[in-house]
């Protein structure tokens, strides 16, 4: 499944790097967000009627144009892409300009930057964290936004995850005119389905269940779910604030360290392992050598965990479930939650 992130990347690719798929004919591929719908697109049967120039790509294509003469300027002043990349994360780490914003927000501005510098377009989740910064950007296009789309276009969430039955043999006859509950474990990854109507114990339904349940848990599909649903939710305030905690803390931690902070145990100033180590320091250490946060950064990312893990002591994490996100499925359409038009979610 491709979610917003990913769709359509390949727009150009200026210094030429190796690692990223070179276009035919070096002519530019057009990037998701700029691309028109197809009619069957637009027309079809997801429940609700979507807005056609939906909120992500509008902000995607607003800050694409922020940066575009900043890129530009890169590209005659820097002639080495690593040389760039470093006077970037410079810039949004050193400058006093940027010590109001968070680490998270500096890093959005300089993935942005260098995207656009190397390959002329921006990623979706940065463009989300920029918009915000520059509220002029998310203003108008979130009010005028459909109250369905929050963060991703439904319509092409459901056509995602229609494709990815399709290509792994699971017809629509086959799901026929059932209903089917999705829901994902924020911490596992591990996505569930079950049925919310008919027999789910027969021979045929239990089959089907187990088809779906394995494509879905296939090539990261359940994860990018669970991002879109925790963005969509997280923005109509649907996830509980020990859940949320858990999640982020759990989620840093495990990526710095590959560490489960949830088999540590809670104590009055942190987390602490059975050895007696507490998760700050086993934190601190492994960002020292870790590869995932640039040099200029590593000072922030501490600062981010500090500020994750003195949260999550506000609760008893040892009674806080796993987050997990849930929504319907049916008839190859999204189902809505009432006039809201939001999605059904289950915390």
Same mark, same amino acid.
């Given at each position: ?7 359509? #990347? ?28 197809? $009619? ?14 939906? %909120? ?19 590209? %005659? ?9 470093? %006077? ?6 050193? $400058? ?7 680490? @998270?927000? #500096? ?23 920029? &918009?915000?910064?520059? &509220? ?14 929050? &963060?991703?276009? #439904? ?13 792994? &043999? ?21 996505? $569930? ?10 021979? @045929? ?62 104590? @009055? ?15 601190? @250490? ?19 965990? $500090? ?41």
């Amino acid at each position: 499944m491709q979610t917003l992130e990913s769709v359509g #990347r390949g727009y150009y690719n200026y210094y030429n790097i190796s690692s990223r798929t070179k276009t035919k004919d070096g002519k530019a591929v057009q990037s998701w967000y700029d691309r028109d719908l197809s $009619s069957e697109e637009i027309n079809s049967n997801n429940a609700g009627q979507l807005n056609r120039e939906y %909120a992500g790509a509008d902000i995607c294509r607003k800050v694409r144009d922020m940066f575009e003469d900043t890129a530009a300027s890169n590209r %005659a002043k820097y002639s080495d892409p690593d040389e760039m990349k470093c %006077a970037v994360w410079a810039k949004y780490s050193a $400058s006093p300009k940027y010590n109001h914003l968070s680490f @998270e927000e #500096r890093t959005a501005l300089a993935r942005t930057e260098i995207n656009m510098t190397l390959f002329g377009e921006v990623d979706y989740s940065s463009a989300q964290i920029v &918009g915000k910064i520059n &509220g002029d950007i998310t203003k108008n296009t979130v009010s005028s936004a459909n109250n369905s789309n929050a &963060g991703f276009n #439904r319509q092409m969430l459901a056509k995602q995850i229609g494709n990815v039955f399709s290509n792994n &043999g699971i017809s629509s006859s086959l799901m026929g005119g059932k209903s089917f509950q999705f829901s994902v474990n924020g911490s596992t990854g591990q996505l $569930s389905v079950s049925l919310l109507n008919g027999d789910s114990d027969s021979e @045929e339904n239990v089959s089907l269940l187990e088809q779906m349940t394995s494509a879905l848990n296939s090539n990261n599909n359940s994860k990018n779910l669970f991002y879109n649903l925790l963005y969509n939710s997280s923005k109509q305030g649907k996830i509980a604030n020990d859940q949320l905690s858990k999640w982020k803390v759990y989620s840093e931690f495990k990526n710095i360290t590959g560490q489960d902070i949830r088999s540590f145990k809670q104590k @009055e100033n942190g987390f602490v392992n059975e050895k007696g180590e507490s998760a700050s320091d086993i934190y601190r @250490e492994a960002l020292k050598t870790s590869k995932k946060v640039p040099a200029e950064f590593k000072g922030a990312a501490f600062d981010y965990f $500090s500020e994750l893990e003195k949260d999550a002591m506000k609760y008893d994490m040892s009674k806080v479930a796993d987050l997990t996100l849930s929504l319907e499925y049916s008839n190859g359409a999204v189902k809505l939650d009432g006039d809201t038009g939001s999605l059904n979610m289950k915390i």
